[in-house]
């Protein structure tokens, strides 16, 4: 996340903030007041202004408060200005914009200043919805009923509401003072946050409520946040290409370059764009929660304790570690479990196959009730004094979940006629999207063979998009044309898929000519040194 | 009030309603539910068109229930369309829309059906307002308080939901299903209305909170139509010259017109308007509550019971009258009393001062213990078994009404340089704008001596206005314009009026060339015939 300013010279974010120093009425001029305020505002070049309807009275009284000196708070929420707030006098302190990630597992707050568009607080708490269901398929089915989904909605609405009231309160300002509001889940979150029924979303034909959504208030949200502060909501694309990835868009630029570059965002589903600013194609398939450290037995989030990188000695085979936050290790992430396998694989100990070679000449190797597995740490190494190991089991999900991903990016690239050389970059994005070292991830086949400047890392691209369009209004409508242009591919309901997956299931893949630049050990041929 | 349809080509009302048959959703065509009537509406015409954020979930059910087979009713509030509200299947019954004249002591209603435009109901009911005050200022001062304020604008919208909803069931239909409404009052009115505070009002410098509005909607204002019907108020000009007559000036069309014409809105404020399509000028000034049959000690207004027809033969001096309603007479309103001043100096029972002749043949001039004063009607002839007698005191409060109404039209119309006889036509609108006889008015000196047919009785005009802007949203536009390009004359502040009145206290007026064609009677001049 850039915490700076952006550096364009023409800083337009979504909220104004002018003082204005009005003429008293007199009987010369006897324009109403709140005429007056828009009178002058016009004369700013804040034209057309709309203000809402239920905030005409409270609105002036602070126009008289302010003896006609006062501070306008306006949102530029499409063709015309709204007028959020005025206060009397000069107001000169922070300007406060809200932005959120939500996430299904986890919701993460950035709070702008808007004066000049820095972060100010960051902060990240769990969905408060994983009691009702880890994954978004029980959720879904526990808000069957109206009262139950109302809930499910209530709760993200109390989190932002705590979250953000601690966030503000720690910069010494109070949560009714934020004015403007971002918003990137996917499309069922999207619709749990909105209180809409999630329920289509995954019966087929897969049909959400809404996918483009106008601008909300806070108040129309339960939201404490100041009453009409804008609420802006990613649109979706689809069922399975949701606002997180539209903003995640944004976060790369990607829509307005000139050459074709990849956006890929790795997680429970691989959800992969393609284009330019001419054309953009999108993806998503089913990769699996291994590549996040997920269903794998010692696998887990990137957080404290998990393993997040892996180093293997080709000659002695000796393992070296790193653990996220230092400390004793208490399993593997999914950037370890990729850099454990690349490494396994680059040192011989997994064949082509992906199979633990029992004959390898090191003693992590093991033989257990459950088949053969790797050690990574010792019992006495780690924080729960139980070996780390890494089971056949574990290594033949993880490598479903990268033929998943490696598929799901050649079958695009062909989509269009391409080349996957012809793509100028991809971005690497996910929760894990900066830890992936792209050379291990290309050595298991999980990514093409391409120069490795070509990746880029990025963090939290929903959260990044959702802080961008804070910071610059011109990105509504990026988000307009990005839906306008962009073609979905549903690659659920494609069989060409099953045909390429296979092939993408050994190391680095059956056709070696795809990944020229990856040396097979003999070893992992199965043949002896 | 035209009860048929505009006979324009061209019907353009502020609501649409369209039938869609929209294709069922797909694998290979996945739109969202609402996206995709958003979509059929686009290829309809109708484009851009904003849905509510609270409706969206609402109105996705309808869909579904209508199996995508669905009635939108939309309204053009601005340059986008509001989707208001979908039915599931084909809706072909009443498109219910409501018009109000917001009168001080009177709320007109008006239930349009607008498939083709024609007044379905009226209805006329005091304005609840009324215990707290006949006139605004007592209310101005009740509404001191915020609370009070509040109830004054509750007691309104219960009012138009007790008698809209009577009004609608009548027709079978339901008041949920009322989906426009135009409102159009006096400033203060529409402040009470709004929830407003108006005490600024009425204290130098005469400062409304706001004279342009937004749409509402029926939920913002309590009001049971439908939820998200829009609300249109029209706006004001100033503290003196309120949506009621911006109201007005759409029923004249004059606004419209090459000619320059005039609107005299006859009441206790006698209102003006002059101008043509390129401008406006407009004015306001006190011409006292007489003219409506108001003060006068058996003045009343134009309701059953009422004389509102005198005339008296200027050789007998016998006198006949009309009853409102027929049956015996309570009191005259303001035509009858109109009528009378003007038959009496016709047949020189008044002087050109103004004064009742005891000498003037006839038994009906009566000496009291309060001055002389003329018998209208018999006790044995009238209602309560009084007589209905016009006092000489009576007589001179009317003629420094009708001297304050001559004096208004003739320095409006001096202001622009222009001769009165240059208006081409002068439309008398007021609550009894359709009774004045405009040959009696002329002939008292309340209206200038031009051809009669120079003059049109107009019903009520702020009804007629508040109808047609639901029957024809173009003149949204109008008014915006008569807004931008109307000059307001505040009469209250200009002294010239004085000089003027004085002249025009006489009957007709001091200058008896400004009006050539009233033969002033001998004996009007204190001459024996």
Known sequence: MDRRPPRDEEYRPLLERLYLELDPPSLRDNTADLDRL?????????????????????????????????????????PKWELVDVLPGREEGPLWGLALDLGTSRLAFYLLDLRAGEVAETASVPNPQIPWGEDILARILHARREDLRRELGEMLARAVNRTAGEMVRRRGGSLD????????????????FLG???SRICREPYIPVANRFPFFHARDLALDLHPRAPVYVFPNVGSYFGGDLVAGILATGMQRREEVSMLVDVGTNAEVVLGNRDWLLACAGAAGPALEGGVVERGMMAAPGA??????????????????????????????????VAELFAAGVLTVQGR???????????????????????????????????????IGILLKSKAAMYTILSVITRKVGMEIRDVSRIFVAGTFGNRIDPAMAVRMGMLPDLPLETYQGMGNTAGEGAVMILRDRSLLEDVQRICDRITYVELNVNMELMNEFRGALFLPHTDPGLFPSVAVPRRALGKED
């Open 307 to 340: 393993v997040d990188r892996v180093r293997v000695d080709p000659e002695t085979l000796e393992l070296s570690y790193r653990v996220l936050g230092g400390g004793k290790p208490r399993g593997l992430c999914g950037s370890g479990l990729i850099d454990l």
């Open 196 to 198: 809409l029924d999630p």
């Open 38 to 78: 828009v009178k002058g505002l016009r004369r700013r070049g804040i034209d057309p202004v709309d203000v809402h309807p239920s905030s005409i009275g409270p609105l002036r009284e602070r126009i008289l408060q302010g003896d006609f000196k006062v501070t306008a708070v306006l949102a530029r929420t499409g």
């Open 356 to 394: 633990i070679d029992l004959r390898a000449p090191t003693d992590r190797v093991r033989e257990t009730p459950d088949g053969p597995a790797f050690l990574v740490a010792p019992a006495e190494e780690t924080a729960d004094g139980r070996d780390l190991l890494v089971s056949q089991i574990d």
């Open 177 to 192: 003072r934020v004015y403007a509001f971002s918003v990137a889940g996917n499309t069922t979150m999207t619709h749990f």
